[in-house]
């Protein structure tokens, strides 16, 4: 990634050692989703999550026991900046706030309520409430870190302000800064250099926070009534067994084996903004190019065969479902690389 910026633009190429595959696009959608997937791990100390029951991302604040971590920080954003000018989309999601802060806008009381819902609940408590004779706070705050408190001051001298009723809401206000923003100012200006290098802030006032994370991350949750409309079929029609397995075994599958299985054939877990139809392949010609089933003829006891940059499964004439099911859920599960067209 020492690379110019200019030159990240141009088209990717991306080769597996010891793999075959030519990538046409597929490879470099799957390179980008797998180099995120342990990019933004929590186990590597760069990102936490905001929350222990919503797996969204942000930036951890203990970062700094890596002494390289600002040049991670830096190579991350080059990333999300790759991932988003090439149509492609990153394996995780990231708070709201975070998403604003890499727009340029301020966050807000509300913002709060996602991602640390007692202290919004507080915070809402202190504005709605009198609090003269009640709380005695002062602006600065604590933060616990590797077991060692530490005090923060939201403005200079604020250790010996009181918070009162005239300026509860000034404090609520550096709280809330403080809260988003809190020891993690070179991680987050290093991950924006890296971002607005390949992505300028300019191109990006058109969009609100929602905007970027589906253009970073795509949409979760797969709608399987749209991926089946939205589908190509070849050798086969809606009414030939394998197609009606083929739907029967995703429609049984969890969330995440549905989303293990569009990976498995299209490089990606995530559906682009416009649903299936605008699934993209890359093999150079115009437009989208839809999700295939194509039914080949060759032995039935060989697995499924994915095709990412054509978004297509080979799928041999399997004797039941039962099998159909045995051999997709083997493929998805066990099956690495990529297939030659």
Excluded at 71 to 98: E, Q
Excluded at 205 to 228: A, H, S, T, V
Aim: glycine fraction near 8%; charge should be negative.
């Amino acid at each position: 990634m020492k690379l110019r910026a200019k030159d990240l633009r141009k088209r990717l190429m991306v080769k597996f050692k010891g793999e075959e595959g030519l990538d046409y696009g597929g490879v470099a959608r799957e390179w980008l989703y797998m180099l995120s997937h342990e990019m933004l791990n929590p186990y590597y100390g760069l990102f936490q999550y905001a929350r222990d029951d919503i797996y969204t991302l942000q930036i951890n604040p203990d970062s700094g026991v890596n002494p390289e971590h600002l040049s991670y920080f830096h190579f991350v954003g080059r990333i999300i900046g790759v991932a988003i000018f090439h149509g492609h989309y990153l394996d995780g999601g990231f708070t709201m706030p975070f998403y604003k802060h890499l727009l340029g806008k301020t966050v807000q009381l509300n913002d709060l309520e996602d991602v640390d819902p007692e202290l919004h609940r507080s915070l809402v408590w202190l504005l709605e409430n009198d609090i003269e004779s009640v709380l005695d706070h002062t602006f600065s705050v604590e933060h616990s870190s590797f077991g060692q408190v530490t005090q923060y001051e939201l403005k200079p001298g604020g250790d010996d302000i009181k918070v009162t009723e005239d300026n509860k809401k000034e404090y609520v206000r550096l709280y809330v800064q403080w809260r988003f923003m809190r020891g993690i100012e070179a991680q987050f200006l290093a991950l924006q250099k890296g971002f607005n290098e390949i992505i300028p802030q300019h191109m990006l006032r058109p969009f609100d926070e929602r905007e970027l994370e589906l253009m970073i991350g795509g949409l979760g949750k797969i709608d399987l009534d749209d991926w089946k409309q939205h589908t190509r079929l070849k050798h086969c029609n809606p009414d030939t067994n394998i197609v009606k397995w083929f739907w029967k075994a995703a429609d049984g599958f969890s969330d995440e084996m549905r989303a293990r299985l569009l990976q498995f054939v299209t490089g990606s877990s995530r559906v682009p903004l416009q649903g299936f139809k605008a699934l993209q392949g890359s093999t150079g010609a115009a437009g989208p190019r839809l999700f295939t089933i194509h039914l080949v003829d060759t032995n039935t006891d060989n697995l499924p065969k994915a095709h990412t940059c054509f978004n297509r499964i080979d799928i041999p004439p399997y004797e039941s479902y039962e099998k159909l099911l045995s051999k997709l859920t083997c493929a998805v599960d066990e099956t690495c690389g990529f297939a030659v067209e």
